[in-house]
């Protein structure tokens, strides 16, 4: 890929989930500002674009190895299903995890870590809106789109849904994507990247490990829906006959 520069950040990331941990590296959010270029975030964050490039180009390119699947090939059933079967799996595990242990924690060390107090109330609204959104793309969106794709192997007209356009649950989507990674940008900030304090216990440090790892999950769950799904379901439906 040689246009790097002027390609949105979340799309490099979609494209090859192996350039999640190149961003990541520099600070990069690749999830609620990946509609920033390359070169817009390089300015941005006062970073050399050609080393960025070069990064990426040393990469495996998406469909050379069984780790680094060519999403972009897939029909979008398979893709709404990977997502549901990965990243909303591994969300719907590590919630509920999360929350005994944040619970541990905050009685244990509340009181020496008055923070702790406004981080969990971070996480109980986190949690609240993620469970609601998984929910609202595995019970409506995703089945839509998965229709939309059979329909379109038979060259049928677009399903009925119980929307007029697809924009309009998209757009929603995208607003709670923005809502969860802006509750974690601030955990985050708050905690120095999830970095447990030097008194913290074991159970303490877990939960800072799962934090950091709902995160970078998110992340990547995020531009593959924002910048691989979305978009290419807008363009199919765009083609459907209705009548």
Not at 22 to 40: I, R, S, W
Not at 104 to 121: I, Q, S, Y
Not at 135 to 142: G, I, N
Not at 229 to 237: G, I, R, V
Request: proline share 5%.
């Amino acid at each position: 890929m040689s246009n790097y520069a002027e390609l949105p950040i979340g799309k490099i990331v979609a494209d090859n989930l192996a350039a999640a941990e190149v961003f990541e590296q520099y600070g990069l959010d690749f999830c609620c500002h990946g509609h920033f270029t390359l070169q817009e975030s390089c300015q941005k964050h006062d970073l050399d674009l050609p080393t960025l490039i070069k990064q990426l180009q040393e990469l495996p390119q998406s469909g050379t190895t069984e780790h680094a699947p060519d999403y972009g090939t897939w029909p979008l059933d398979k893709l709404c299903r990977h997502i549901v079967e990965t990243h909303h799996a591994f969300t719907k595990d590590i919630l509920p995890k999360s929350s005994r242990h944040f619970d541990m924690v905050l009685r244990a060390h509340g009181a020496t870590h008055p923070e702790l107090e406004g981080l969990h109330k971070q996480f109980k609204t986190l949690r609240q809106e993620l469970e609601a959104h998984l929910q609202k793309e595995e019970l409506v969106l995703f089945p839509f789109i998965e229709a939309m794709q059979q329909a379109r192997r038979q060259n049928l007209r677009r399903p009925e849904s119980c929307f007029t356009v697809l924009s309009q649950p998209l757009d929603q989507m995208i607003d709670e994507h923005e809502e969860a990674g802006a509750i974690l940008d601030s955990m985050h900030a708050k905690t120095e990247g999830f970095k447990a304090p030097a008194d913290a216990c074991n159970t303490y440090r877990l939960l800072f490990k799962e934090l950091s790892d709902l995160e970078k999950d998110l992340h990547r769950h995020i531009a593959l829906e924002n910048h691989m799904l979305f978009p290419k379901a807008t363009d199919m439906e765009k083609s459907m006959p209705r009548n």
